[in-house]
Nanobody, 125 residues
């Protein structure tokens, strides 16, 4: 059974940092696209950062470039999102997602077959 379980969400003040984790199990993760998405109340889910696990390539939404870093552990079973310089507009539920084995990061959100339940990040002024 495939599982993606996020953790690390919290309430922080603007300018603070958080590190989100996503524990992945039940599938092969060495040749997938894995990423982080977020959804604020009343807004559509948007892509934040993603990585192609085989090549360790990454890309980011313009709104988080230079502040967020996506990475994975050597075993390719845990995905991280280091978030620095947090802003109130970063407040959202953050979800981890992954494609099927062998899929790259060229697709849009619908290419992600597996999703976690999310972890809440709240940034106050």
């Amino acid at each position: 059974q495939v599982q993606l379980v996020e953790s690390g969400g919290s309430s922080v003040q603007a300018g603070g940092s958080l590190r989100l984790s996503c524990a992945a199990s039940g599938h092969r993760w060495s040749k997938n696209c894995m990423g982080w998405f977020r959804q604020a109340p009343g807004k559509e889910r948007e892509g934040v950062a993603r990585t192609y696990t085989l090549a360790d390539t990454t890309d980011y939404a313009d709104s988080v470039k230079g502040r967020f870093t996506v990475s994975q552990d050597n075993a390719k079973t845990t995905l991280y999102l280091q978030m620095n310089g947090l802003k109130p507009e970063d407040t959202a539920m953050y979800h981890c997602a992954a494609t099927l084995y062998g899929r790259s990061c060229n697709g849009n959100r619908t290419a992600f077959a597996y999703w976690g339940q999310g972890t809440q990040v709240t940034v106050s002024t």
